[in-house]
């Protein structure tokens, strides 16, 4: 379970293999207290500690996890959002993230506002129906990091969008400041908004 404030931003060392594989990653990170098994966000992917080195780690990615994510357009050099998991006790200062991406988005338009960034994502045909998840002051994780929701397209238009703020502090601290139209980013919808569309599916 993470909190979508980024802590480090990693780089890709290697890929290696097509249909699945294996991604490893330089980072800041202390990587001697990592146990093998333990959980890193990736762009806001869940991902499994396999193997360490000094200022680097490895991680498995399964066909699965590269059909729902951005991670099989990974390639060497690409920078990563990363985060570790949240320990009992620590200040929850986004909202509830799992790290189980529901779908990916595109990055349509960068608009700077001042100091901040706007950007306009549309969310791609397979995860249209992840719109009714998303609302106007509601939390999102977009590459794992935990941003709140400005605005959301009309029902049924077509992309089906939604805008983020990004203030300097985060532009700084994770890749936000690196994109450019075209991207294509994790989405994480509230996961409390989606248990509530689940409960009123029986009512």
């Not at 959002?81 to 949240?86: A, C, D, G, K, T």
Request: glycine share 12%; net charge negative.
């Amino acid at each position: 379970m993470f909190t979508g404030i980024i802590t480090d931003i990693g780089t890709v060392r290697t890929v290696e293999g097509t249909s699945k594989g294996r991604y490893t990653l330089d980072t800041g990170y202390d990587t001697g207290s990592f146990p093998l098994g333990a959980s890193i966000s990736c762009n806001g992917v869940c991902l499994t500690v396999v193997e360490t080195g000094v200022g680097w780690f490895g991680v498995d990615v399964s066909l699965e996890t590269k059909s729902v994510t951005s991670l099989g357009r990974w390639r060497p050099g690409d920078r990563i959002n990363l985060e570790r998991p949240l320990v009992i006790g620590d200040e929850l200062g986004g909202h509830i993230v799992l790290g189980h991406v529901d779908g990916v988005a595109k990055l349509l338009r960068v608009d700077d506002i001042g100091d901040n960034r706007r950007l306009v994502i549309a969310l791609e045909p397979a995860a249209q129906d992840l719109a009714v998840f998303l609302a106007p002051k509601g939390s999102v994780a977009v590459d794992g990091v935990s941003l709140t929701v400005n605005a959301v397209s009309d029902a049924g238009a077509d992309p089906q969008t939604f805008e983020v703020n990004i203030i300097p502090h985060t532009l700084a601290n994770t890749h936000f400041g690196e994109m450019v139209p075209g991207t294509i980013m994790n989405i994480e919808v509230d996961m409390m908004a989606r248990y509530a569309a689940r409960l009123t599916a029986f009512e």
